[in-house]
C-alpha cells in the first residue's frame, strides 16, 4: 500500500540568453553549438534535481523544455534543425533523469520535446525510483506558434506511484481549469507542472483548492509548491537556480476539522471525498459542448492557424528576432505589463 507521507520538491533552474550560434534565425547558428547549448541545460538542471534528491526527496519537478529548445520550435526554413534537436536532447533527458532518479530512489517529471513516428511531442516523462518511465504525459494545449512543428496530446492521465497518484499538466495547460479538474477525477492526489512561463500565486493557490490537490509549479521564476487548502509549501523565489523541499501527508491533506459545519451536515470530514461525492456531472455538459453559448459573441475563425496566416508571422517573427540578434529593440514582448487588453 503507498505511504501517505512524502518529501515533494520543486526545481527552478533559472532564465538564461542563448548565444547568437544556438539560433537558428541568425546568420551564425551552428548546429553543433545548438547540440551543446542543449547539453549544458539538461545537466545544469538535472544536478539540481540530484541536489533535492540529497535532501530525500521522494518526487522532483523539473521545468518545461529541459533542453532550451525555444528558438527551434518554431524555425520554419527548416523543421528538420528542430527534429533533429529533439530527438537527440529526449534520449539525453532520458539517459540523464533516469540515472538521477534511480540514484536517488525518487521519482521526477521531465520534460523535453520528443519526436515518435511522424509526431513531436511536448512530453513530461514520469520515472520511478528505479529510473524507469512509469508515464508519459503529452501537452495537451498548445500555443499557435507550438502547433507549427509539435503534435497535441487528448487526455489528462493519472499514474501510479507509491506515494500516491501523480498527473501533470505543461504550461499552457493551466490556463484552462478544466484541465486540473480532468486530472483530479482521474484520481490524481499530485499535480506536477512544468512551464515556461510563471503562474502568479493566485493561480497556484486556486488550481490547489478546487482540484483538492498537491500542486507543483516549476518553472525560471517563481516555482512553488501548493497545498490542497491553498497553502504555499515552498517558494524558489523570483531570480536564480534553487529547489524546495516539502514534507506532506497525502491522507490528512484534505480533511477539514472536526467541528466544521460541512462535516456536521454531510457526514463526510475530506473535502475531496465530498467534492467527488456531491458533484452535479448531470449540470455540466456545456463543459464539453464544442459550441457554447458565449462563442455566438464572436465571429467564426479568427485564429491565425491557416498556412497562409503562419506564413505572414513568422516572417514577421523572424524579422523581429533577426532585430535582437542585431541589438536593436524587437517589437513583440512576452511582458502582459507592456500591452493593453484591447489594443
Same mark, same amino acid.
Given at each position: 500500500?503507498?505511504?501517505?507521507?512524502?518529501?515533494?520538491?520543486?526545481?527552478?533552474?533559472?532564465?538564461?540568453?542563448?548565444?547568437?550560434?544556438?539560433?537558428?534565425?541568425?546568420? @551564425?547558428?551552428?548546429?553543433?553549438?545548438?547540440?551543446?547549448?542543449?547539453?549544458?541545460? $539538461?545537466?545544469?538542471? +538535472?544536478?539540481?534535481?540530484?541536489?533535492?534528491?540529497?535532501?530525500?526527496?521522494?518526487? @522532483? +519537478?523539473?521545468?518545461? &523544455?529541459?533542453?532550451?529548445?525555444? #528558438?527551434?520550435?518554431?524555425?520554419?526554413?527548416?523543421?528538420?534543425?528542430?527534429?533533429?534537436? /529533439?530527438?537527440?536532447?529526449?534520449?539525453?533527458?532520458?539517459?540523464? +533523469?533516469?540515472?538521477?532518479?534511480?540514484?536517488?530512489?525518487?521519482? @521526477?517529471?521531465? =520534460?523535453?520535446?520528443?519526436?515518435?513516428?511522424?509526431?513531436?511531442?511536448?512530453?513530461? /516523462?514520469?520515472?520511478?525510483? &528505479?529510473?524507469? @518511465?512509469?508515464?508519459?504525459?503529452?501537452? %495537451?494545449?498548445?500555443?499557435?506558434?507550438?502547433?507549427?512543428? %509539435?503534435?497535441?496530446?487528448?487526455?489528462?492521465?493519472?499514474?501510479?506511484?507509491?506515494?500516491?497518484? +501523480?498527473? %501533470?499538466?505543461? =504550461?499552457?495547460?493551466?490556463?484552462? =481549469?478544466?484541465?486540473?479538474?480532468? =486530472?483530479?477525477?482521474?484520481?490524481?492526489?499530485?499535480?506536477?507542472?512544468?512551464?515556461?512561463?510563471?503562474?502568479?500565486?493566485?493561480? %497556484?493557490?486556486?488550481?490547489?483548492?478546487?482540484?483538492?490537490?498537491?500542486?507543483?509549479?516549476?518553472?525560471?521564476?517563481?516555482?512553488?509548491?501548493?497545498?490542497?487548502?491553498?497553502?504555499?509549501?515552498?517558494?524558489?523565489?523570483?531570480?536564480? &537556480?534553487?529547489?524546495?523541499?516539502?514534507?506532506?501527508?497525502?491522507?490528512? /491533506?484534505?480533511?477539514?476539522?472536526?467541528?466544521?459545519?460541512?462535516?456536521?451536515?454531510?457526514?463526510?470530514? &475530506?473535502?475531496?471525498?465530498?467534492?467527488?461525492?456531491?458533484?452535479?456531472?448531470?449540470?455540466?455538459?456545456?463543459?464539453?459542448?464544442?459550441?457554447?453559448?458565449?462563442?455566438?459573441?464572436?465571429?467564426?475563425?479568427?485564429?491565425?492557424?491557416?498556412?497562409?496566416? $503562419?506564413?505572414?508571422?513568422?516572417?514577421?517573427?523572424?524579422?523581429? #528576432?533577426?532585430?535582437?540578434?542585431?541589438?536593436?529593440?524587437?517589437?513583440?514582448?512576452?511582458?502582459?505589463?507592456?500591452?493593453?487588453?484591447?489594443?
Amino acid at each position: 500500500m503507498p505511504s501517505s507521507k512524502a518529501v515533494l520538491a520543486t526545481t527552478q533552474w533559472g532564465y538564461r540568453e542563448a548565444p547568437a550560434e544556438v539560433n537558428p534565425y541568425g546568420d @551564425v547558428f551552428s548546429l553543433d553549438a545548438a547540440r551543446q547549448w542543449s547539453r549544458e541545460q $539538461i545537466e545544469g538542471a +538535472v544536478e539540481l534535481v540530484g541536489q533535492a534528491g540529497e535532501q530525500n526527496a521522494d518526487l @522532483v +519537478v523539473m521545468g518545461e &523544455d529541459i533542453a532550451s529548445l525555444g #528558438y527551434a520550435l518554431t524555425y520554419l526554413d527548416d523543421p528538420s534543425v528542430f527534429r533533429t534537436l /529533439a530527438g537527440e536532447t529526449a534520449a539525453l533527458a532520458l539517459q540523464a +533523469v533516469g540515472e538521477v532518479a534511480k540514484d536517488h530512489s525518487m521519482h @521526477v517529471v521531465a =520534460c523535453f520535446f520528443e519526436p515518435q513516428g511522424e509526431h513531436i511531442y511536448n512530453t513530461a /516523462a514520469l520515472f520511478g525510483r &528505479d529510473g524507469s @518511465v512509469l508515464g508519459r504525459y503529452h501537452k %495537451v494545449h498548445l500555443p499557435v506558434y507550438e502547433t507549427w512543428l %509539435v503534435t497535441p496530446g487528448d487526455s489528462f492521465p493519472a499514474f501510479e506511484t507509491d506515494i500516491g497518484m +501523480v498527473s %501533470v499538466l505543461i =504550461c499552457y495547460d493551466d490556463m484552462w =481549469c478544466e484541465s486540473s479538474a480532468a =486530472c483530479a477525477l482521474n484520481g490524481a492526489r499530485i499535480i506536477c507542472h512544468p512551464t515556461a512561463y510563471s503562474p502568479p500565486e493566485y493561480r %497556484v493557490r486556486t488550481r490547489s483548492m478546487d482540484a483538492q490537490v498537491f500542486y507543483i509549479t516549476s518553472t525560471r521564476s517563481g516555482s512553488r509548491m501548493c497545498a490542497p487548502d491553498a497553502t504555499i509549501l515552498g517558494d524558489c523565489g523570483e531570480q536564480g &537556480d534553487g529547489f524546495v523541499t516539502a514534507q506532506v501527508d497525502l491522507a490528512t /491533506a484534505s480533511l477539514g476539522p472536526e467541528n466544521f459545519w460541512e462535516y456536521l451536515y454531510s457526514g463526510i470530514r &475530506d473535502h475531496r471525498e465530498r467534492h467527488l461525492k456531491l458533484r452535479r456531472a448531470d449540470a455540466y455538459g456545456r463543459l464539453i459542448d464544442d459550441h457554447p453559448p458565449a462563442l455566438d459573441a464572436y465571429p467564426p475563425g479568427g485564429v491565425r492557424n491557416t498556412p497562409e496566416a $503562419i506564413r505572414d508571422v513568422y516572417e514577421k517573427q523572424k524579422e523581429d #528576432y533577426r532585430r535582437g540578434l542585431r541589438g536593436e529593440k524587437q517589437l513583440y514582448t512576452w511582458d502582459w505589463s507592456d500591452a493593453k487588453p484591447g489594443g
